[in-house]
T-cell receptor, first 114, second 113 residues
């Protein structure tokens, strides 16, 4: 079974703090994704990576950066957290099998910025 | 740009009743289409996907969906709802030239005893 794990289920941070969200997958997948999920908006893509050290902006990259130093690990960084970044963050991975490849999701990190 | 519309943010059915969750997409060419389910406090799990083979796609837990190009729809159905089906369901579309998924806003299914 594919397993995608995220470092925290719940996080509480203060405005202005630097926040790291970690994601690890164990299926040797090339592609990894970060989404945020908000009620009524579905999932929106923040960044994705198709290889180590490679990244591409998604639909809402502002205020976020990412790092992929190893194939299995993809980190999302909030350089200076703001209250409008309070959300559920989901990581996913998929193989390089084309656009029809299934994305496998982690359990999510619910972030509250005070 | 691709987009996905899910009609109804909440759908309520009785246990044993038909489940119908609606999804329409906009795309100039037939895309790949997915249905994902999210149980409370969990990530998303793939229910089924359409990749231009059979238009009627069967998934896990008794769900199926039919791709109708003329209606640009990919509605999800299940003949008989079970209490364990209560969850949020997301329809998603993928452009064949990209790895990105575009998600609908989700439909929360409530199952009444």
């Amino acid at each position: 079974d594919v397993k995608v794990t995220q470092s925290s289920r719940y996080l509480v941070k203060r405005t202005g703090e630097k926040v790291f969200l970690e994601c690890v997958q164990d299926m040797d997948h090339e592609n990894m994704f970060w989404y945020r999920q908000d009620p009524g908006l579905g999932l929106r893509l923040i960044y994705f990576s198709y290889d180590v050290k490679m990244k591409e902006k998604g639909d809402i990259p502002e205020g976020y950066s990412v790092s992929r130093e190893k194939k299995e690990r993809f980190s999302l960084i909030l350089e200076s957290a703001s209250t409008n970044q309070t959300s559920m963050y989901l990581c996913a991975s998929s193989s390089l099998a084309g656009a029809q490849s299934t994305q496998y999701f982690g359990p999510g990190t619910r972030l509250l910025v005070l | 740009a691709q987009s996905v519309t899910q009609l109804g943010s909440h759908v309520s059915v009785s246990e044993g009743a038909l489940v119908l969750l609606r999804c329409n997409y906009s795309s100039s060419v037939p895309p790949y289409l997915f249905w994902y389910v999210q149980y409370p406090n969990q990530g998303l799990q793939l229910l089924l996907k359409y990749t231009s083979a059979a238009t009627l796609v069967k998934g896990i837990n008794g769900f199926e969906a039919e791709f109708k190009k003329s209606e640009t729809s990919f509605h999800l159905t299940k003949p008989s709802a079970h209490m364990s089906d209560a969850a949020e369901y997301f329809c998603a579309v993928s452009d064949k030239s990209s790895y990105k998924l575009i998600f609908g806003s989700g439909t929360r299914l409530l199952v009444r005893p």
